[in-house]
């Protein structure tokens, strides 16, 4: 990546493509257990609250996907730069829907 977003910050550690590792599982499992308490608490350890939970997930993912894409153009990444960040071939991004709408903005924190 080139531009006025190419920076040197020791602090940023990511890898080019998806990792799967114990970070991300435990992010998963918290996201997972408390999404279930929210909604179905009398459920929790029930495989379909589980499966819920997952599902409602990866939902929300999908909305919020061209929203961070359109970022990630906004910012000088290239097509390819976010297919191999999304572990995606570059030609999947079109196919799996990623169109950014350019209105767009991340939602603010009212906490």
Do not use: C, F
Not at 57 to 83: H, K, M
Request: proline residues 7%; glycine residues 6%; charged residues 20%.
């Amino acid at each position: 990546m080139t531009g006025p977003w190419d920076m040197h910050d020791p602090r940023r550690r990511y890898s080019s493509t998806p990792v799967v590792d114990e970070y991300s599982e435990t992010v998963l499992r918290d996201a997972i257990h408390s999404l279930t308490l929210l909604r179905s608490p009398m459920w929790e350890g029930d495989a379909g609250a589980a499966l819920h939970a997952i599902g409602s997930l990866l939902a929300q993912t999908l909305v919020l996907l061209p929203g961070v894409t359109q970022l990630a153009r906004d910012q000088e990444y290239s097509w390819v730069e976010i297919a191999d960040l999304l572990g995606l071939d570059p030609s999947e991004l079109a196919v799996n829907g990623v169109h950014v709408p350019v209105s767009w903005r991340a939602p603010l924190d009212t906490d």
